[in-house]
Structures are given as structure tokens and as C-alpha cells.
């Protein structure tokens, strides 16, 4: 059998073919594009066993990853993945949210889009290996913060906002497309990007669009600029619609919450802590599942996995699950944090994320209200969370940096050492408490008090 190539470099993106090298091993990423049984998930997790560790990861992005593997057992998990017929994703990831075309609550269903700018994406190859494309229907479970290099919105039943990178709060708004037009005008960008090379963004494209602007362009003469230099058909401005401040995004719903859908379908979100459990431990709520007569399953966002099935089955599974140390509960504090692997299972981290992040959930409960992810990460590279966090907790060689309303690569604002990063914790929890006015949460709290406060509790200065 052939060895499979192995991804090192940072920015690097594991695949099932193109594992990826840990602290513990090679890890192989699943990713689907549609719903499979239970049953086949715990196939996953058996074959997790077989090849692996037996340690299972469920991204912020709800991709499967199996870790703990050798370079020898990575290329057989490949095989029998790929003979599982699974819909599994090849080449560029086009995102839709895991209950497009279900919730009756969608402006319009992504889906159809995803599909046409997947099939107009084939042959489009050099892009950057993370890159993504969002197409989010606007129903209850959104991607909105979820960074993309492309996203779209609906605004309408026909209409579609486009932003490039970031979130969709911190993206830059580039305008509001007719449906028509949406699936040249991605097409367009993400030959743009391949022509600046497989390290070029949609940020990237964002900062020339920028550029052209403060040379009085207006974003639909920049992108015909941007689309002309890289030997794309143009877009006639008078299709498009302007930009307006009601555009701000709608805070996301937490994947942990009974979904009622259509044709009196339910779904119930339910996920391991911090992302990573025990593939033995998968496999007993899928038996489970089955058991209840639940046919469907999806690895969703937020490190979740969704069940669909009648509500009585929901019910009574999220019930087994809680039972068993799973998250199914959007007021569960270990819902609330976002935690890397840590140290042992990544060689970059200096810390044992898991053991903060389970001691954080169990003593400072009413700080992880879930107005933020408190990000605890091993290293700066902070993979757990790219976006910046109201706090952070970040492993460096010698000790932890606390950061605040910050990425984990920013200037801290204070250090603690490894022993003491719980009670430091503790200290910034009961100064939230105290200073938190009525009706305020953690993270407005936090943000008021600022770095200094912070730092004063942090090292119990007066």
C-alpha cells in the first residue's frame, strides 16, 4: 500500500489521505458533506480503534479526526474509510450549516449554492489549504462565527450577502449579490486568490478591495478590477444591491439544544468535552441511537453531534448522553471553552489544556456564562480558537500568559505559572463576580474592567 503523504508545516490541513503529525501520532481528518447513520459513525470510531489510539476529535467545524496513527496503519484507515462509500468531502471545503434545508427558520436553503460552487470549484487547485467557502441559509444553527475566506449570507429568498474573511461580524462586507450571480462572482474571487498563491486569503482580498476603495472605487468597480486582472468576466454593477447597517450578524444558537424540524423531525445536539472522547465511548451513544430508532447523524459545529430522529428518541438520548459525560446542554459550562489537544498529544503545546479546561467548567461556572469561549491553548498558534477571546490562557515554555479581548499570539497581560493557572483563574472569576452590574455578562464585564484590573487580580496586587 502506498504511504500516504504527511502534512508538518504549520497552516498545514490533515485529511484522511494527508495525515498530519501530533504529539500523539499522525491524525487523519473526515470530512462530510451530508448526514450518515449512527452505525457508520461507530464503524469510524471502531476503525479509530483498530488504526489509532482510539482517541476521536469532533472540530469547531464538525469534522472527524482520528488520532494515533502510525505511518503504516494512517494509509489503511484511508482505505477502509473510502470503502465505506461515506459522502465524504473532496477538495475545496464549501460549508453549509447542519441544518440547511430541515429549519423551517431559513431564509433560503444554502445547499443548492454549495452544490454549484463545489462542482465550478473542481479544477481550481493551489488555493491555501485551509481555505473555506460558507454559504449559510440563516436558520437557528449558523456558521456566523466560524472564520471563512468567502461566506454567504441570505439576506433574502434571491439575495446574498458576500464577505471576505473572517467572521461574519469582522469579514469585510463586500455587497449583496442576486442569486444569479453568486456562484460566477465565488468562482471569480477564488481564481483571484489563486493567482496571489496557496497562501493568499480572502482577508487578502479584503485588503485590496480595501485599498481600491480609498481610491474612491466602489467595491463592485473594485472586484471587476480585481476579476479583469485575473482574466474573469466582469459584473455589471446595476445587478447588484447596496450594503446597510442591518447586515450585522444574528448571534449563532448553541448546537446543544432540541431542534424541532420539519416533517415532524427533531435533532438533538450532543458532544464530547472539549471536543475529544473515547471512541468506546462513541460508539455506546450511537448503539444507543440505533437502538432508539435514530437514522441519521452529523458532526456539526462547535464540536457537536447532531441526532436526528422522533423527539421522544431525542430526548431519550440526550439523557443517556448526559449520563455518560457528553455535553448536551447549552448551559454547560465545558460548552463554553474552547480547548486544543494539549500536551502530551500535541508537540507544540506546553500545557495539559484538558485538565485547566475540565477544572475552569467545574469551579468558575457562573464566569463561563456563555457570553465567550474562554480559550486555553497549548501554544500561540491557538488553533482551538483563531478568533480573539474575551480570555485566554495561553502555554509558553516556561509558564501560562493570560490575554484578554485578544488572539493567543497577543501581548499578554500577565503571567501565572503552571501550578498556579487554576487559582489565577479562580481570582479573575470572583473579580467578574463581583464587578459585574445587573443584567451585564462575563464578557461585557471583562471588557470594562480591562487588562490592568486583570492583571492586578492575576498576581494579587491591590
Known amino acids: ?28 481528518r473526515i470530512a462530510l458533506i451530508e448526514a450518515i447513520s449512527p452505525a457508520q459513525l461507530a464503524d469510524i470510531c471502531r476503525l479509530a480503534l483498530s488504526h489509532g ?40 471545503a464549501v460549508e453549509v450549516p447542519p441544518l440547511a434545508g430541515m429549519d423551517g427558520s431559513e431564509i433560503a436553503d444554502p445547499r443548492p449554492l454549495a452544490q454549484a460552487i463545489r462542482e465550478g470549484a473542481r479544477d481550481i487547485t493551489g488555493l491555501a489549504p485551509k481555505m473555506a467557502v460558507v454559504v449559510d441559509g ?60 496557496n497562501k493568499a486569503r480572502g482577508r487578502d482580498l479584503a485588503g485590496g478591495l480595501l485599498v481600491n476603495e480609498a481610491t474612491h472605487l466602489a467595491p463592485s468597480s473594485s472586484l471587476a478590477l480585481s476579476r479583469r486582472s485575473a482574466g474573469v468576466a466582469t459584473i455589471d454593477p446595476s445587478h447588484m444591491l447596496g450594503t446597510s447597517p442591518s447586515m450585522t450578524a444574528r448571534k449563532a444558537a448553541s448546537p446543544f439544544n432540541l431542534f424541532a424540524l420539519s416533517n415532524h423531525l427533531h435533532a438533538i445536539g450532543i458532544g464530547p468535552a472539549f471536543g475529544q472522547a473515547k ?15 435514530i437514522k441519521s447523524i452529523k458532526p456539526a459545529l462547535d464540536h457537536s453531534l447532531l441526532f436526528f430522529g422522533s423527539e421522544d428518541a431525542c430526548r431519550s438520548l ?17 460548552g463554553h471553552i474552547a480547548a486544543c489537544s494539549g500536551s502530551p498529544a500535541c508537540n507544540s503545546a506546553t500545557i495539559a489544556t484538558h485538565e485547566i479546561a475540565a477544572k475552569a467548567a467545574a469551579e468558575c461556572g457562573d464566569l463561563l456564562d456563555g457570553s465567550f469561549k474562554l480559550h486555553v491553548t497549548g501554544c ?31 501581548q ?34 471583562l471588557a470594562r474592567i480591562g487588562s490592568d484590573r486583570l492583571a492586578a487580580a492575576a498576581t494579587g496586587r491591590p
Open 53 to 92: 489510539n482510539g482517541m476521536v476529535d469532533i472540530s469547531a467545524r464538525g469534522n472527524l479526526q482520528v488520532r494515533g496513527l502510525s505511518e503504516t496503519s494512517a494509509p489503511h484507515l484511508d482505505a477502509d474509510v473510502r470503502g465505506m462509500n461515506l459522502p465524504l468531502r473532496e477538495g475545496l
Open 380 to 410: 500561540p498558534k491557538g488553533c482551538a480558537h483563531p478568533q480573539p477571546a474575551a480570555l485566554a490562557l495561553c502555554g509558553t515554555a516556561d509558564r501560562v500568559s493570560l490575554i484578554a479581548q485578544g488572539k493567543a499570539s497577543d
Open 318 to 334: 440526550r439523557d443517556f448522553a448526559g449520563d455518560n459525560g457528553f455535553v448536551t446542554s447549552s448551559i454547560d459550562p465545558r
Open 279 to 293: 471512541a468506546e465511548d462513541i460508539i455506546a451513544v450511537c448503539d444507543e441511537a440505533t437502538r432508539l430508532g
Open 138 to 197: 440563516g436558520g437557528v444553527l449558523r456558521h456566523s462565527d466560524l472564520l471563512a475566506d468567502i461566506r454567504l449570507v441570505a439576506m433574502g429568498k434571491h439575495d446574498w450577502k458576500l464577505v471576505l474573511g473572517g467572521t461574519e461580524d469582522s469579514g469585510f462586507v463586500f455587497n449583496v449579490l442576486r442569486e444569479t450571480l453568486v456562484v460566477d462572482t465565488v468562482i471569480g474571487l477564488l481564481k483571484q486568490l489563486k493567482s496571489l498563491g
Open 412 to 445: 499578554p497581560f500577565a503571567f501565572v505559572s503552571f501550578a498556579d493557572t487554576n487559582a489565577t483563574l479562580r481570582h479573575l472569576a470572583d473579580l467578574v463576580r463581583s464587578e459585574r452590574r445587573p443584567s451585564e455578562n462575563s464578557a461585557a464585564c
Open 1 to 28: 500500500m502506498t504511504a500516504l503523504p504527511l502534512s508538518l508545516q504549520r497552516g498545514a490541513c490533515p485529511a484522511l489521505s494527508a495525515p498530519m503529525m501530533t504529539g500523539d501520532g499522525l491524525l487523519a
